[in-house]
């Protein structure tokens, strides 16, 4: 089992940036695929990043490539999303989740969440 904490949102203007953290408890969190979602106001939760176990391989939703980069540090437990040139239908709360078969973009197979952390951007 882990448990996951999320840090680094807040509220920033348009084309600014942000780094997001995801602090996991645990000995096992290099065995975890880790996600990052995001959840507008009246929106359902959506994918936004995912990376395997090594940080070989990642996957990104459509909308944020280009500008998002996810990393971990296994040392530090730690997984990060990286947001750069934000807007405002970035404004969303972001959480941090964690999957153990594969680097997937569906909600449902991620087991564990944390609670989220609030970005919004200004225009």
């Known amino acids: 089992q882990v448990q996951l904490v999320e840090s680094g949102g807040g509220l920033v203007q348009a084309g600014g940036s942000l780094r997001l953290s995801c602090a996991a408890s645990?000995?096992?969190?290099?065995?975890?695929?880790m996600g990052w979602f995001r959840q507008a106001p009246g929106k359902e939760r959506e994918f936004v990043a995912a990376?395997?176990?090594?940080?070989?391989?990642?996957r990104y939703a459509d909308s944020v490539k280009g500008r998002f980069t996810i990393s971990r540090d296994n040392a530090k437990n730690t997984v990060y999303l990286q947001m750069n040139n934000l807007r405002p239908e970035d404004t969303a709360v972001y959480y941090c989740?964690?999957?153990?078969?594969?680097?997937?973009?569906?909600?449902?197979?991620?087991?564990?969440w944390g609670q989220g952390t609030q970005v919004t951007v200004s225009s």
């Open positions: 990376i395997s176990w090594s940080g070989g391989s990642t």
């Open positions: 989740a964690a999957a153990l078969n594969r680097v997937t973009s569906v909600r449902d197979e991620y087991a564990y």
């Open positions: 645990g000995r096992t969190f290099s065995r975890y695929v």
